[in-house]
């Protein structure tokens, strides 16, 4: 161990209480900077507690505007449907109200068109159906009337034949009875086959009637037929249109 | 409006023209009635009804080739039938004329029924005629041959 080392030893010896007083009298002061220390750290946390408490209730703040503003906008988004929907609504109403429109006006113009129709065919159809019977009952009372000519023609030959039977043989009763059989039966097929004959042509003239009643009858059906043939074809189309007339006559 | 007359014009012409073709080239439908019903004059007039029916039909047939001329073809086609006797009172035949030319087109079939009737009741009646001819002439030969 050297001098210095000795004189080191000896300084320490020395500095030493020096060091503890100082340190003494340090003492509050560092008390007083622990304090500032403690407080500044207090602060601190209470400042950063304060931010995370703004940041939270900005964050919440946020979230409840971006709701509301979700919310708003749904309600919005939906009001603007409904009211779309709505206008579309209106829109078809309007649309519908103006088809019924145009459908009654066609209604009208249809039944217009029914009306001087059938004015025309009840004129016609009526007056042809007249027309015809008349003409099939004047075909009936023609053939008649021949029928009737030979039947009257048939009476009085067998009138003649049976003088001539008596006159032949004036005392010949059995002669005179079978010759009369002979010219009775004679009689008897011509009237009673022209009775027949007439019976069945006036048959057939019912039938015919029939037919041509019939007419009149299926006339509305017939006008409406050729009225919906009329709406359906275009104005210059009647070719097709008279081409489909036996269809459409019905009876 | 002068084509349009013209157009209507023509449509009577050409109609004129098939009624003197028919009488021209002895049309079977004309013709042959002539002959057959000379001592039947209802089947005879049937006849002849029926075949102008078609012909103021035909007018309705050449009006398709022709358009625009429909109202003044309807009052010409009205005063037209007037001639032939067929009624219609209504002067709007206008939008009824297809209807018209089927109720013409009905009335020939009907007339030719008739016809068809008319007909085979004539044969009939011919037939009864000559069976009681026959037995009136069997007969007579009969009587004569006999000795009273």
Sequence with gaps: MGFFDTLK??????????????????????????????EKETNNINTNAKIERDKLELESKLR??????????AIRKETEVHRVISEIDELQK????????????????????????????????????????????DLVYSKTVRYKELQDKAIKEAGEDLEKIL?????????????????????????????????????????????INSLAEGGQKFIEKHLDNFHQLPNNSNHKQIENKDDIIDV | MNSKLV??????????????????????????????YEND?????LSMEKYFTGYINYHFEVFLEYSNIDIEFSKAMLSF??????????????????????????????LQEMIT?????????????????????????ELNSLKG
Excluded: C
Aim: hydrophobic letters at 35%; proline letters at 2%.
């Design chain 1, 9 to 38: 030893s000896l300084g320490s010896i020395v500095t030493k209480p020096i060091e503890l007083l100082t340190d003494w009298g340090r003492e509050p002061l560092k008390g007083r900077e622990h304090s500032r220390n403690m």
């Design chain 1, 64 to 73: 409840i505007q971006e709701q509301e503003s979700e919310t708003n906008l």
């Design chain 1, 94 to 137: 309007d649309k519908d109200f103006q088809r019924m429109k145009l459908v009654s006006e066609s209604i009208m113009k249809y039944q217009e068109e029914l009306t001087k129709l059938n004015v025309n065919a009840i004129n016609a159809i009526g007056h042809m159906q007249l027309e015809l019977r008349e003409k099939a009952q």
């Design chain 1, 167 to 211: 006159l032949k043989f004036p005392d010949n009763e059995r002669m005179q009875d079978i010759m009369i059989k002979a010219v009775d039966k004679r009689l008897s097929n011509v009237i009673d086959t022209a009775q027949n004959f007439l019976l069945e042509l006036n048959e057939d003239i019912k039938l015919l009637n029939k037919s």
């Design chain 2, 7 to 36: 157009d209507l014009l023509s449509i009577f012409k050409q109609s004129r023209e098939k009624l003197s073709q028919d009488f021209l080239s002895e049309s079977l439908e004309i013709f042959e009635p002539m002959f057959k």
């Design chain 2, 41 to 45: 004059n209802d089947l005879m007039s």
């Design chain 2, 81 to 110: 039938v007037k001639t032939f006797n067929i009624n219609v009172s209504d002067s709007n035949l206008n939008n009824g004329k297809e209807l018209f030319y089927s109720i013409l087109k009905q009335k020939e079939s009907f």
């Design chain 2, 117 to 141: 009737v008319g007909n085979i009741d004539s044969d009939k009646f011919n037939k009864l005629s000559y069976l009681y001819q026959k037995d009136k002439t069997l007969f007579d030969r």
